[in-house]
Every structure is written in C-alpha cells, then in structure tokens.
T-cell receptor, first 115, second 114 residues
Framework: GAVVSQHPSWVICKSGTSVKIECRSL??????MFWYRQFPKQSLMLMAT?????????EQGVEKDKFLINHASLTLSTLTVTSAHPEDSSFYIC???????????FGDGTRLSIL | AQTVTQSQPEMSVQEAETVTLSCTYDTSESDYYLFWYKQPPSRQMILVIR??????QNATENRFSVNFQKAAKSFSLKISDSQLGDAAMYFC???????????FGQGTELSVKP
C-alpha cells in the first residue's frame, strides 16, 4: 500500500516552455503533498507543502510564480515550472502523506532537462 | 530551528559485514519522528525505518536497526549482513509530530564490496 505515482519520469524541453509534473496517491487520500528538488549528490530540498483545497506554502527562496503548485483533490497535486530555463534543470520529487501521523511516501521523481 | 547532520559523506562495507551510519540532530521538541530513507541509483526514496521519539525501544526492520540516543540526539542506522542491493544513498530525516515537514541530512553514500 501507500503508492505514489509521479509523471512524467523524464522530460526534455526547450527554454521558455512550461512543464507540468503530476503527483498522484494511488491507494490512499493524501491530505498533504510535498515537492522537493534534488541536485546530483545532494540532499532533498523542500520547495513547498501543499494541502488539498488550499494554497501551497512555499519555502524561503522558492519563487511562487515560477513554481506553480495545485492540489485540487486528495489524490492529485501538480507542479508547473513556468517559463523554464536551463538553471531549472534538476530532479523533482513529490511525496504524499495521509495525515500528520503517517510517514511521507515518495514518487519516483521527474528528471527535468531544459535545453 | 531543527537541523540534521550526517558527518559521513561516504561509507564502504564488505558484503555480509555490518556497517553503522551516523546521524545527529538538533531540536527543542520533546516528541518527534526520526527516519532513515534509502535512495538507490534509481533515485526512488524508500523508507527504511521510522522511530518515534517517545518510544524508548529502538526500531528494527529485518537487517536494519537503529541506535536511538535521545539525550545525545543521535540516531544511527546499523545494517547487518550487508548485501549488494544495500548500496545507495542513505538520508536521515526528522519531522515534528503534528504536521511536520521532513528535514533531511546531507546523506551518506554507502558502497558494498563483493
């Protein structure tokens, strides 16, 4: 149980385009979803916390207008990287949690490459 | 603010041997969760073990066990009978009890020699 699906797993696009990444909890309802960014050989950096039906809470230094997060249902959150540039290239991982007493379950991540 | 520190960037162990990964943390909370996550080359994050701070008994999960020293704020992971499939990046993490976000350490890259 507690499966989180993230799509796409790898995306390559041109600079200036917008990219949407989906995170779905397949067998549970996730009241909270999280979005992380990870550079090679580094730890996960939390970008934002997303609660269903409310605005995401962004970490300091993360641009809200650059990284749009929508958590429209208890099983789906999306991260849209708007007007992506090469410096946005990274590995993005989502996680989902049923409630505050449950551990986070992670998606398989999305490798984003901006040319 | 809470912090998590993993002071061993890399560790190596012989297959079938035992290895211990270190983790220390800082918090003013009395109750919290501690975790070890494994990230293999596929980059999938896998929960290895979870410890609740108010439980004195050390958590175990098959070949994985922790040594939780609350007063010392230490949370080490012991892997017994190491297998080639244990090779991965291991992250120690902390979260508060209610609504807590995960705070990760820097990670320890474990290699297993055949």
């Amino acid at each position: 149980g507690a499966v989180v699906s993230q799509h796409p797993s790898w995306v390559i696009c041109k600079s200036g385009t917008s990219v949407k990444i989906e995170c779905r909890s397949l067998d549970f309802q996730a009241t909270t979803m999280f979005w992380y960014r990870q550079f090679p050989k580094q730890s996960l950096m939390l970008m934002a916390t997303s609660n269903e039906g409310s605005k995401a809470t962004y970490e300091q230094g993360v641009e809200k207008d650059k990284f749009l997060i929508n958590h429209a249902s208890l099983t789906l959150s999306t991260l849209t990287v708007t007007s992506a540039h090469p410096e946005d290239s990274s590995f993005y991982i989502c996680s989902a949690r049923k409630d505050s007493n449950q551990p986070q379950h992670f998606g398989d991540g999305t490798r984003l490459s901006i040319l | 603010a809470q912090t998590v520190t993993q002071s061993q960037p890399e560790m190596s162990v012989q297959e079938a041997e035992t290895v211990t990964l270190s983790c220390t943390y800082d918090t003013s909370e009395s109750d919290y969760y501690l975790f070890w996550y494994k990230q293999p080359p596929s980059r999938q994050m896998i929960l290895v073990i979870r410890q609740e701070a108010y439980k004195q008994q050390n958590a175990t999960e098959n070949r994985f066990s922790v040594n939780f020293q609350k007063a010392a704020k230490s949370f080490s992971l012991k892997i017994s009978d190491s297998q080639l499939g244990d090779a991965a990046m291991y992250f120690c993490a902390y979260s508060r009890i209610q609504g807590g976000k995960l705070i990760f350490g820097q990670g320890t890259e474990l290699s297993v020699k055949p």
